[in-house]
């Protein structure tokens, strides 16, 4: 998925399996010194950041508890599916800068 800082084309985040993420800044957003890092945990670097488990960056923007569970059924995504959940519910209106994506082709 394509993760965007206020409106901004930030870079990916992909999840291979359940096992293994990965998050890597878009060079062009990399480059532009007056762009910020989204996280603390995300310093801006050119290497690949890699996870068994979602990011917690990422797992935080999450709904819980029966939030969770109905947003799961209502989305007919499996509860445990953060990834999937991740991309059904950040697109448009969430707590802070950052919204997620699906990756266009260009």
Not at 24 to 33: I, L, Q, S, T, V
Request: proline share 4%; no cysteine; net charge neutral.
């Amino acid at each position: 998925m394509e993760i965007y800082h206020n409106g901004i084309f930030v870079g990916t985040l992909t999840e291979e399996n359940r096992q293994q993420y990965f998050f890597k800044y878009d060079e062009n957003y990399f480059n532009d010194a007056n762009k910020p890092a989204i996280s603390l945990t995300f310093p801006k670097t050119k290497r690949e950041y890699k996870n068994a488990f979602l990011f917690p960056f990422f797992f935080n923007m999450l709904s819980e508890g029966v939030n969770r569970k109905l947003q799961s059924k209502l989305l007919r995504i499996d509860e445990e599916d953060s990834f999937g959940l991740l991309m059904a519910t950040a697109q448009n209106d969430t707590i802070g800068a950052v919204t997620v994506k699906p990756i266009t082709v260009k």
